[in-house]
């Protein structure tokens, strides 16, 4: 396994994920409950797999991915996010200090994930700005809490 790739080997479970603080639904209170996995894909991927059982894609559910890798000769992190939407994007990703931080700046929109990755727990917020990074606006918060077992 790659020595950077190694340094996010406490991410691999099973994870309980609340979505909260989505500008999109009915109340910045509304919790949606979910489920995420964390596993290795050839010692190179991690990948990162997550529901909403009975949320949207016609209240059947929705289902989304993450895949993280490390590109050696430039010692940088990216990151691949597709969902049931048709939805794919690509982040630039730096890892330090427990952090995750991904980036991308498309055309459509910018958007910043922060991660602040604990033993048993992971607090995510999603940011997107319409005006190329000037100014940020809440998309929405994750919240992972490690399944025991």
Do not use: K
């Not at 406490?10 to 949606?32: C, N, P």
């Not at 989304?64 to 590109?71: E, K, L």
């Not at 940088?76 to 330090?96: C, H, P, T």
């Not at 995750?100 to 997107?128: C, K, N, S, Y």
């Amino acid at each position: 396994m790659n020595d950077a790739m190694r340094r996010l080997d406490s991410m691999v479970g099973d994870w309980d994920v609340t979505l909260t603080h989505a500008w999109f639904l009915e109340s910045l209170d509304t919790e949606i409950p979910g489920t995420a996995t964390v596993e290795w894909c050839a010692d190179a991927f991690l990948l990162l797999r997550g529901s909403f059982p009975g949320r949207s894609a016609e209240q059947g559910g929705s289902a989304w991915a993450m895949v993280f890798s490390h590109n050696d000769p430039r010692d940088a992190f990216v990151g691949l996010y597709s969902d049931d939407r048709g939805v794919s994007r690509v982040f630039e990703m730096a890892f330090a200090n427990g952090e995750w931080t991904l980036l991308r700046e498309d055309p459509d929109f910018h958007q910043r994930i922060v991660m602040r990755v604990g033993q048993d727990r992971i607090d995510m917020r999603a940011e997107a700005s319409e005006d190329e990074s000037r100014t940020w606006r809440t998309d929405l918060d994750y919240i992972f809490v490690r399944r025991a077992g």
